[in-house]
């Protein structure tokens, strides 16, 4: 079992920066793929980026690319995402999620463990 507790949430302008935090209990954190979703009002839950347990390679959706950072620290059984050059679009809850599985084509499949998101909102 692995629970998820997402945290730094708030309030941004545009072009801001914010970092979110994913703290994870669970003594196989290490062995988890670990991500982060969003999903914006009236729209569904979508992938932003993955970080590979074995390698730290890591993935992210095309429109964060060169903006979004995903991290690890398995000693702090914690993930980061560090936020660049916020968009008004991107206003959305963020969930951790723990256990998802990268596949050949270049989808990455989320796990079961999902934390209860943060909110972030960037105000223009």
């Known amino acids: 079992q692995v629970q998820l507790v997402e945290s730094g949430g708030g309030l941004v302008q545009a072009g801001g920066s914010l970092r979110l935090s994913c703290a994870a209990s669970?003594?196989?954190?290490?062995?988890?793929?670990m991500a982060w979703y969003r999903q914006a009002p009236g729209k569904e839950r979508e992938f932003v980026a993955c970080?590979?347990?074995?390698?730290?390679?890591?993935y992210y959706t095309d429109s964060v690319k060169g903006r979004f950072t995903i991290t690890r620290d398995g000693a702090k059984n914690t993930v980061w995402l560090q936020m660049n050059s916020l968009k008004p679009e991107e206003t959305a809850i963020y969930y951790c999620?723990?256990?998802?599985?990268?596949?050949?084509?270049?989808?990455?499949?989320?796990?079961?463990?999902w934390g209860q998101g943060t909110q972030l909102t960037v105000s223009s």
């Open positions: 669970g003594r196989t954190f290490s062995t988890y793929n």
């Open positions: 999620n723990a256990g998802g599985t990268p596949s050949l084509g270049g989808t990455y499949y989320p796990g079961t463990y």
């Open positions: 970080i590979i347990w074995n390698g730290g390679r890591t």
